[in-house]
């Protein structure tokens, strides 16, 4: 599966009083690495919506394990992976490094989704299968 990568640097703001980072924050970091990774498979949010007639991919769980502290200052590289796609929903790891110690484990499931037809809200959709032909085909980034 294509794994892609991003860098982060912690700021100020991204930290408690005890100069840690605040674990919303991954989160943060995490939902925006999702977005990121489907744009380095050549997919970026405003095609995948315009190509397909989504709305988007929202989590519908998530978690995370912390193993190591980030702080103020640190540059972290993200990497981020769809580990497996049913038929509307998809798994997405994310695995925050710093030094190339893993630091935090994130995990999310999404769903791809379309407006209903009385265009008053969201349901879900397949995962188009050129969708999942790039993350199967794509390099790593």
Known sequence: ?????????????????????FYPNYFRWFDASTAHHFKAAGLPKPELIRRYGV???????????????????????IETTITRFGSSSFDVEHRLLRDGKLC???????????????????????????????FYTTGTG
């Open 1 to 21: 599966m294509f794994t892609s990568r991003r860098t982060v640097t912690i700021e100020w703001g991204d930290c408690d009083p005890a100069d840690i980072v």
């Open 55 to 77: 709305v988007g991919f929202p989590m519908v769980d998530t978690s995370a394990k912390f193993h190591r502290p980030s702080r103020h200052g640190d540059e972290v590289v």
């Open 104 to 134: 935090v484990e994130g995990f999310e499931k999404r769903v791809l989704v379309k407006r209903t037809e009385d265009g008053e809200g969201i349901t879900s959709c397949p995962v188009p299968d050129e969708v999942k032909e790039r």
